[in-house]
């Protein structure tokens, strides 16, 4: 039974750029969140996916966006890349909003 | 605001017992997770709080006071791989996580 995958692991872009961040979720799952972790502090929430449709969403700017698919996979991409932008993101499936999050491996963004 | 305070750093002893406070304010609640998380890698699920009282699970324990707004995690029987940090989150609907508490289990 395979847990969370994300990709990729790790991923250098330029200020400015675009980036696409994916996931899949635990088999049987059908939520997906995305959170954004900073060296030394607890992980932000990005967005919540349910059913392809963002259910819930942080105070996060539009530059962040994301989408889910049919098979409950999802990606993250963010536009006009930012210094601060630099951080793990990470991705966690549950079976329902409020119910235990598995996390993924999270990839880690470095923008230059 | 919405704030989730826990302390920065502790440090304890190997076979000792420590707990690690969380105390929240938040416009919702509907319960609150602890996750622990090793340097390098993802948060794991340690406990999940609805209600009051203490919820026990072997080593671990988590106690919930929704009135106070007071969480704690209780470690006992400290090993060396306990050191990490720990996270305790609020689901508001969204999950609000603390800034996470570092834990140094010494010799």
């Known amino acids: 039974d395979a847990g969370v995958t994300q990709s990729p692991t790790h991923l250098i872009k330029t200020r400015g750029q675009q980036v696409t961040l994916r996931c899949s979720p635990k088999?049987?799952?059908?939520?997906v969140s995305w959170y954004q972790q900073a060296l030394g502090q607890g992980p932000q929430f990005i967005f919540q996916?349910?059913?392809?449709?963002?259910?819930q969403r942080g105070n996060f700017p539009d530059r962040f966006s994301g989408h889910q698919f049919p098979n409950y996979s999802s990606e993250l991409n963010v536009n006009a890349l930012l210094l601060g932008d630099s951080a793990l993101y990470l991705c966690?499936?549950?079976?329902?909003?409020?119910?235990?999050?598995?996390f993924g491996p999270g990839t880690r963004l470095t923008v230059t | 605001g919405q704030n989730i305070d826990q302390p920065t750093e502790m440090t304890a002893t190997e076979g000792a017992i420590v707990q690690i406070n969380c105390t929240y304010q938040?416009?919702?609640?509907?319960?609150l997770f602890w996750y622990q998380q090793h340097a390098g890698e993802a948060p794991t699920f340690l406990s999940y709080n609805v209600l009051d009282g203490l919820e026990e699970k072997g080593r671990f324990s988590s106690f919930l006071s929704r009135s106070k707004g007071y969480s704690y995690l209780l470690l006992k029987e400290l090993q060396m791989k306990d050191s990490a940090s720990y996270l305790c989150?609020?689901?508001?609907?969204?999950?609000?996580f603390g800034a996470g508490t570092r834990l140094t289990v010494k010799p």
């Open positions: 989150a609020v689901d508001n609907n969204d999950m609000r």
């Open positions: 088999s049987g799952h059908d939520t």
């Open positions: 996916y349910y059913e392809e449709e963002e259910r």
């Open positions: 966690a499936s549950s079976l329902r909003q409020g119910s235990e999050q598995y």
């Open positions: 938040t416009s919702g609640f509907n319960g």
